[in-house]
C-alpha cells in the first residue's frame, strides 16, 4: 500500500491522463495505459476506504488526497483548455485576486502619431514596458457533490478514483459556462464596428470583423460546431475538392479564409441532453497576438472536501472551491452574433410536447430575450 505522498502522485496523474491518447503513462518504474493507471489507483483506494469501516477509519485522509489533487490539477486543466483567451491564476485564501490588463501599445500609438510636442517636436512613443490598469476579479464558491449509497459501502462497490473523476469535471463545466456567460455579458464593452447582429451567416461582416481584429495580431475564431457549419463562405469557395472533402468528413471547415476555426465544445447541463451549456448564437473573434486574453479565470485559496450524511445513511462528498471570471473585451476583439440560432439553448422533443422559441431584438447590449 501507498504513503500518501506516492498516492497523491498518482491521483495527479490519473487525473491528468487523457483517455483518448493512445499513450504509456509511467508510474512506479512501470509503463501502464490510461485503463492500468487508473486500476491501480482504483485498487490503490479500495485498500483504504473499500468497504464502510474503512472508509469511517480514513475519511479524512481521504478527503485530504481529493484536495491536493484538486488544488493541483484543476487550474492547469483550466489553463490547458481556455488558455488561447484566458488568463488563469492562483491566489492564496484571503489575497486579492488582482489582474493586470495592459494597454494598448499600438492604440497609444495611433493616438501619439499626429501630436505635436513643445517647441514644434513631434512626441515619440516607444515601445518599452507597457503600462496596465490592475483589476480585482471577485471570486465566489462553486462546489459539486458526489453521492454514494450505504449498501454501496457494504458491498465494497464504492469507487472513488471515479468519484474523483465526476467532480472534477463537473466544476471544470461549472468553470466553463461562467466563461461563457461572462463573454457573452461583456459584448455591450465593444466598440459598434466589432460587433454585429445578422440572422444567419453573412459572409462580408465575418469578413470585416477578421479585418479589425486582424489589425491588432493573428486572429482566431471562436464558435459553438452549430455556429460553424453555417460558416461557409460563396460558391467560388465552395466547390474546391479538398473544402468539398472537408466538409463531407466534419461537416465544418477547419480554416475561414485562412483564419483558424476553434471549435468551443458543447455540453448539457443534465442528463437528459435538453439544455445545452453554451449559446450557439455566438461566435468571437479574437487576436492571439494581442495585448492581454480578454478572459481572467482566479482561483482563490484551497479545494475543501466534506461529508454529509442523507437521512438513509448514503454519504455525499461534497466539494468547495472559490473561483472568479472576469472577461474585458479591448478593440481588439470581435463578436459575430447569429441571431437564427441565438438563444437555442434547449433542444426539440419533435413529438410536439415542448419545444423553445426565442426572440431577440438585434441588439448587442443587452438586448431583449421575450
Known sequence: MLDDKNLVALMKQAAKADPSTPVAYSWNGQSLSYEDLNETLRNELNEIAGTYSLYRENKNRIFSLIEQTLDEVLPKKVIQQYDQFAEVKTFAQGDKPIFRRPLSNRARAKQFVTRVGLAGMYEVFKLGPKEAEAFEVRTSAIGGAAQIGFEEFLDGRVDFAEVTKIIMDGMDELIYKEVARALKASIGQLPPANR??????????????????????????????????????????????????????????????????????????????????????????????ADGKPVK?????????????????????????????????????????????????????????????????????????Q
Open 196 to 289: 454585429v447582429a445578422v440572422a444567419g451567416f453573412d459572409e462580408g461582416a465575418m469578413d470585416k470583423l477578421i479585418t479589425i481584429a486582424s489589425a491588432y495580431g493573428t486572429p482566431t475564431i471562436y464558435c459553438t460546431y452549430e455556429f460553424a457549419v453555417k460558416m461557409i463562405p460563396q460558391e467560388a469557395w465552395r466547390y474546391t475538392e479538398s473544402m468539398k472533402a472537408e466538409l463531407w468528413n466534419t461537416g465544418r471547415l477547419a480554416t475561414y479564409k485562412g483564419t483558424k476555426v476553434i471549435i468551443l465544445e458543447q455540453g448539457f447541463e443534465d442528463e437528459t441532453n435538453s439544455r445545452k451549456v453554451i449559446d450557439p448564437g455566438y461566435a468571437w473573434v479574437i487576436p492571439t497576438g
Open 297 to 369: 479565470i482566479a482561483f482563490e485559496g484551497g479545494t475543501i472536501v466534506d461529508e454529509y450524511t442523507n437521512y438513509d445513511r448514503s454519504r455525499e462528498i461534497q466539494v468547495y472551491k472559490k473561483v472568479g471570471v472576469m472577461c474585458i473585451l479591448a478593440n481588439n476583439i470581435c463578436a459575430y452574433c447569429d441571431t437564427s440560432l441565438l438563444g437555442q439553448m434547449t433542444t426539440w422533443n419533435y413529438d410536439g410536447v415542448t419545444g423553445h422559441v426565442t426572440t431577440y431584438d438585434g441588439r448587442l447590449d443587452g438586448g431583449k430575450k
